[in-house]
Nanobody, 118 residues
């Protein structure tokens, strides 16, 4: 499976963005899609993840209550809705796939830049 993130942009604090992760290719096993972000000069951090069925959702404390994940029935798109954005949300956001029974994310897409102005 290949992944491609999009939907980033420049937004004012308090605004919203919907990031998209497009999946292509035929996966050999079910997989979880995770979102990560990396701010300039900082380590990459986990943001959220959604399981194959779309029912298992996890959110980092930093975005809990402000982020919503969803996945299309065809499983070719995953959306990360971010509301009430803060300047500290500024980062490059990546989506990645973790295959069933794997412990790490092994497939990464290109990132999309999110910039939140104060």
């Amino acid at each position: 499976v290949q992944l491609q993130a999009s939907g980033g942009g420049l937004v004012q604090a308090g605004g919203s963005l919907r990031l998209s992760c497009a999946a292509s290719g035929r996966p050999s096993t079910p997989y979880t899609v995770g979102w990560f972000r990396q701010a300039s000069g900082k380590e990459r951090e986990f943001v959220a993840s959604i399981g194959w069925s779309g029912r298992r959702l996890e959110y980092a404390d930093s975005v809990k209550g402000r982020a919503t994940l969803s996945r299309t029935d065809s499983r070719d798109m995953v959306y990360l809705q971010l509301n009430n954005l803060k300047p500290e949300d500024t980062a490059v956001y990546y989506c990645a796939a973790r295959l069933w029974l794997q412990e790490t994310y092994t497939t990464w897409g290109q990132g999309t830049q999110v910039t939140v102005s104060s």
